[in-house]
């Protein structure tokens, strides 16, 4: 099973996922703004990180789907709402294709569509070195958010997702999120989708968001966060909880 924290008591139930370069804490900014009497917040660690991180891989995306629904039936919830931020809006993708009936509404923040991310070789050479090198994932995280924010942040963020993971995990994530590909399982969905895009998010853009999962789903919203790049839950936290939470409030429908 996966590991996680819990906070909050309500009977609606939320997931909250990370992405590649951190673990749940990435998240910790945003508990004093959630609705904790109304919702029940889980934060996972995928296998390799953070609480998980002693856990075995494989280290793929739908191994990861899969010990999502693994962790819902443990849990004895019948349905669930999702929110994931980058490699996580894989994992939506795949929970929406495999299990529409029990995503009650999703929210992607600077989500991965799922197609093959193409990299030209300079690119695919940093990334596969932040593995292991400090500067290089470092670099990757000024990329991400238009190299606009402190230097002391940087090197924070650095050295706590270094923390956050295995070299191991990390890398076959990285090869996983890059290259797997299956967006026509998921044509027609009519799950609903709040997808959230970074106004410096040089990558994960508006622009791309509409080609991509605008096309694809039949019940999405795509919006841009300004003052903002890859990672709002550290550059606007409290404006990121307010979105998720009031598009996750829209589709209570029923009591687990």
């Known amino acids: 099973m996966l590991n996680y924290i819990s906070i909050g ?78 490699m996580a809006g894989k994992v939506l993708c795949r929970l929406i294709a495999d299990a529409p009936h029990r995503v009650k509404s999703a929210v992607g923040i600077t989500p991965c569509p799922p197609v093959k991310i193409p990299f030209d070789e300079d690119g695919w050479k940093l990334f596969s070195k932040a593995a292991d090198d400090r500067l290089s994932r470092e670099e990757v995280f000024r990329l991400a958010t238009g190299n606009r924010l402190a230097n002391s942040w940087y090197e924070f963020i650095t050295h706590e997702s270094m923390l956050a993971s295995t070299p191991k995990a990390f890398s076959d994530y990285l090869y996983s999120w890059v290259n797997y590909a299956f967006h026509e399982e998921i044509i027609g969905s009519s799950v609903p989708i709040k997808l959230l895009a970074g106004e410096f998010d040089a990558d994960i853009t508006y622009d791309l968001m509409q080609e991509t999962y605008g096309k694809w789903l039949s019940n999405v919203e795509i919006s841009e966060i300004k003052n903002c790049g890859h990672y709002p839950m550290y550059e606007t936290p409290l404006f990121l909880a307010a979105e998720c939470e009031g598009f996750l409030k829209r589709f209570i429908k029923s009591r687990d």
């Open 9 to 86: 008591t309500g009977s609606e139930k939320v997931f909250f996922l990370h992405g590649w370069k951190m673990d749940h804490t990435c998240f910790d900014g945003m508990h004093s703004s959630l609705d904790k009497e109304r919702f029940t917040f889980v934060f996972v660690d995928q296998r390799g990180y953070g609480l998980s991180k002693q856990q075995a891989g494989p280290y793929n995306i739908v191994q990861i789907a899969e010990d999502l629904i693994e962790l819902v039936d443990e849990l004895k919830w019948s349905g669930f709402h999702f929110v994931g931020h980058s």
